[in-house]
T-cell receptor, first 112, second 115 residues
Framework: GEDVEQSLFLSVREGDSSVINCTYTDSSSTYLYWYKQEPGAGLQLLTYIFSNMDMKQDQRLTVLLNKKDKHLSLRIADTQTGDSAIYFCAESISSGTYKYIFGTGTRLKVLA | NAGVTQTPKFQVLKTGQSMTLQCAQDMNHNSMYWYRQDPGMGLRLIYYSASEGTTDKGEVPNGYNVSRLNKREFSLRLESAAPSQTSVYFC??????????????FGPGTRLTVT
């Protein structure tokens, strides 16, 4: 069945890089997404990657996709206290469906 | 342009009471979704509506009903609330973004407690 897994917590020092990892099971995923949730708020799309790409860079964010291992990662360079939030990875299965599978979320805590 | 709005923001119900959570989007999106978020479990899809006039069950539909009133509005109803339905509920709508990515836009959530 479809499943997306993430570790629950990550703690880093301000200025360091953060790497948040995600594994998924459905090999027919078309797009994979990273969402950010700040306290008391809804989810906001941070970035996404098409399944035939290996890497995508967007300012401080780098997404790496290893399709063979079904592993997705989000690297945040120069992590700031404002990056403290819960980060969700998600997959959409194909362009014909309307469903998304979300991971459990990784709570990132940035220490000053 | 308000995006996705949800009402109410907070609600406390007694077991057995009913209520409707409201959601509206002003982005002319076809697809809309209801999720619940529980600690350590991420987001789970309750129901979704691919387009006006259609609704489908998601992963956890039991105890809920939905109505896609028009293209803008998608409501979620709890007919007889149970403590297991204590959760944060998010509504979302979907756009087709650049390069074909299907971006979801989320509302701010409704925090529901059932006692």
């Amino acid at each position: 069945g479809e499943d997306v897994e993430q570790s629950l917590f990550l703690s880093v020092r301000e200025g360091d890089s953060s790497v948040i990892n995600c594994t998924y099971t459905d090999s027919s995923s078309t797009y994979l997404y990273w969402y950010k949730q700040e306290p008391g708020a809804g989810l906001q799309l941070l970035t996404y990657i098409f399944s035939n790409m290996d890497m995508k860079q967007d300012q401080r964010l780098t997404v790496l996709l290893n399709k063979k291992d079904k592993h997705l990662s989000l690297r945040i360079a120069d992590t700031q206290t404002g990056d403290s939030a819960i980060y969700f990875c998600a997959e959409s299965i194909s362009s014909g469906t309307y469903k998304y599978i979300f991971g459990t979320g990784t709570r990132l805590k940035v220490l000053a | 342009n308000a995006g996705v709005t949800q009402t109410p923001k907070f609600q406390v119900l007694k077991t057995g009471q009913s209520m409707t959570l409201q959601c509206a989007q002003d982005m002319n999106h076809n697809s809309m979704y209801w999720y619940r978020q529980d600690p350590g479990m991420g987001l789970r899809l309750i129901y979704y509506s691919a387009s006006e006039g259609t609704t489908d069950k998601g992963e956890v539909p039991n105890g809920y009903n939905v109505s896609r009133l028009n293209k803008r509005e998608f409501s979620l109803r709890l007919e007889s609330a149970a403590p297991s339905q204590t959760s944060v509920y998010f509504c979302a709508s979907r756009d087709v973004g650049l390069a074909g990515a299907y971006e979801q836009y989320f509302g701010p959530g409704t925090r529901l407690t059932v006692t």
